[in-house]
């Protein structure tokens, strides 16, 4: 079944994160940026911790044994190059010896329209393990759906959770609809609207650009 997860549904201290990523008098520190979203990363990667799978197991401390509760579920963590570094690195935080995945994606403009083409991906086996899947803004929910797509090769995975900083409205209930498997969306915030050039309005603007520094479109 799928379920949305919206961090801001409750102030917590990703409130403050969303904060300094959404204006405009803190945005432009790119390393602060980069730290906000990582942060963000962190915060959605410990509430997908709560939804896993965990085993006991026996540790030797320094006075006895002690069985204590581990993860036993199989996390593989993917992210949308190059904007989803951040909260890839965020959520690899809080799960560390988890195995990675990377997928290039980008718009291919055609006039006013675009489509997202997916151009590289490197993933490990996603057979019977938990996918989190990654990308900062979910604007049009293409990139999610094509990369969910490209990744379909790579075994099918027991769970699919998909994290995302800002998401549209739109762009919400695109994926509800297209998705061909149930997942869970973890998302910090959800905006209303998309403007004419498909991006989050309010939202914070160009994640890639204000993270790595403006690219050159060709």
Not at 20 to 49: C, M, T, W
Not at 165 to 185: H, M, N, R, T, W
Request: charged share 25%; aromatic share 8%; hydrophobic share 40%.
């Amino acid at each position: 079944m799928t379920q949305i997860h919206n961090l801001s549904d409750s102030p917590t201290a990703v409130s403050n994160y969303m904060y300094e990523l959404r204006s405009l008098d803190v945005q432009n520190d790119r390393e602060k940026f980069r730290n906000n979203i990582q942060k963000i990363g962190r915060a959605i990667g410990y509430e997908i911790s709560k939804t896993l799978t965990y085993k006991k197991a026996v540790v030797q401390t320094p006075l006895k044994e002690h069985a204590q509760s581990v993860i036993e579920d199989e996390v593989v963590v993917v992210t949308i190059l190059r904007a989803g570094l951040p909260l890839h690195q965020g959520i690899l935080d809080v799960f560390p010896q988890a195995d990675n995945g990377f997928i290039s994606a980008y718009r291919k403009h055609d006039g006013h329209d675009f489509v997202i083409e997916v151009e590289y991906v490197a993933c490990p086996s996603l057979e019977n393990k938990v996918l989190v899947l990654n990308d900062p803004m979910l604007a049009t929910g293409q990139s999610f759906i094509n990369a969910l797509k490209a990744l379909s090769q790579y075994g099918r995975p027991k769970r699919v959770i998909l994290a995302a900083v800002v998401g549209s409205q739109e762009g919400v209930e695109y994926i509800q609809k297209e998705a061909e498997e149930p997942f869970d969306l973890w998302v910090a915030a959800i905006d209303p609207e998309l403007n004419d050039q498909k991006y989050i309005v309010p939202g914070l603007g160009d994640a890639g650009d204000l993270a790595f520094g403006t690219k050159i479109q060709r």
